[in-house]
């Protein structure tokens, strides 16, 4: 109990809430159940209580752990080919949901990445021609986007003080659900962007299809690191109270999040066909995700506005 706190609405300010679900740790290591609550006012669902920053910044470190040490092994893995051409790369992240290519398009100038994580977009955006630059909260991948000549600041964007109006273009990429304080954070980008600036914002859609679904076993959750559950009412009612003009927002389905929650789902699981093919490892071939895939476009043409994830485009007017 000493490493939680509770929280309040980040829309409405309100502490008036009921539990939605109780939702357990399924990726971090964290053995504790957590409750997601929905708010009586504006109906934003928010971890409560959660994890306090100490703790928080614990989790982190020791999760980045392994992904940092096999990144070399991951990124062989991904095809250099398609990286570095636009096209193809274009095609492959519309057929399997994926917002990297859009966002790259619509990145324009002086471009700041908050949570920019080992830098892998930052270069993208640098090969593109944009003056680009990071935010990143944990000491190892700072240390490893400086050593690329890559310009990060380490710690939170409050702490970064940049000055106003100097960027064109803010993304939060899978960041704004595990802010504390959203709509203060929302408040700063609104002050560093210029005027006519964009916030291009990608993060789980609690309201999707799979999270209905998977219930309590949707990825999307990803307890205890995920402060905040967003729809897309929830989103835009955030963005317009920091003073943001909502030009775009659309639901799509990353192929990755139904294996990430088949997966969750099937280790509480003790025996079965599914757990069976899991272990002979058939749900992270390529020819069962280009499958979800498949079916997934689908599901978001004839199920618009319930894909998993919110892409999202904010307008300083």
Known sequence: MDRLEYAHCAICGTKDNEIFMKIRDYQ???RSEFCVVKCNHCGLLYTNPRLNAPAVKIVYEKSAGPWDRNKNQTAKKSSFYIRRHPFLRKIWHWFTGEYLSQMLERSKGKVLDLGCGFGDLLEDLTRRGCDACGVEVNPRAVEACLKKGLKVAGGTLE????????????????????????????????RILKPQGLVLIYCPNADSYFADFFGKYWQGWAM???????????????????????????????EWIFSGSLNQYLSDRQRGILLNLQKLGVFNSIFFRLGVAFITRIMDLFLPGKGECLRVELKKG
């Open 28 to 30: 971090y290591g964290v």
């Open 224 to 254: 205890p690191l995920h402060f905040y559950h967003f729809t897309s009412r929830t989103i835009q009612d955030l963005a317009c109270g920091a003073g943001f003009k909502v030009n775009k927002i659309r639901a799509v389905t990353p």
């Open 159 to 190: 702490n970064a003080h940049f000055e106003n109006e100097s960027f064109d273009t803010v993304i939060l990429c899978h960041l704004i659900e595990h802010l504390p304080d959203p709509k203060a954070t929302l408040k700063e980008i609104y």
